[in-house]
């Protein structure tokens, strides 16, 4: 059997850190991935997929990730069910993560750098300095 999920998305919330009883870390957040094909009026569609991390990567995703930032999330399919408030059975699917990649620098680090000049802004040079 396999179950094998890949994702590359952005956060579309601040992630969710929370303990279990046992004091075990649990963090959650919803990723939105867009789709590789467009509809009928020539626009992206958008899926939003319930990621769930446990333990220190749990901790790890809380304390360094927020709204917009690009992850890579590893993970397995989970589908589960609970009674909500009104006693009917629900069932949520969502990604249960072995693995989440940090894909881009948070935007404070983009905006500083030793140098004082942002990531990836322009520079500008004489073209008569350019030895070739």
Not at 89 to 117: H, T, Y
Request: net charge negative; aromatic share 8%; proline share 4%.
């Amino acid at each position: 059997m396999l179950n094998k999920v890949i994702l590359i998305g952005r956060l579309t919330q601040d992630p969710e850190l929370r303990y279990t009883p046992n004091g075990t870390p649990v963090t959650s957040f919803t990723l939105a991935v867009d789709r590789q094909f467009t509809n009928r009026q020539g626009e992206r569609e958008t899926d939003f997929i319930n990621i769930v991390v446990w333990q220190k990567l749990a901790e790890n995703c809380a304390n360094h990730l927020g709204k917009g930032r690009l992850v890579a999330v590893d993970g397995r399919l989970q589908i589960r069910s609970f009674d909500d408030s009104q006693g009917i059975r629900r069932r949520v699917a969502e990604v249960v993560a072995n693995d989440v990649r940090f894909l881009d620098w948070p935007k404070d680090d983009r905006e500083s750098s030793a140098e004082g000049e942002k990531f990836g802004s322009e520079i500008s040079f004489n073209e008569e300095e350019i030895p070739f």
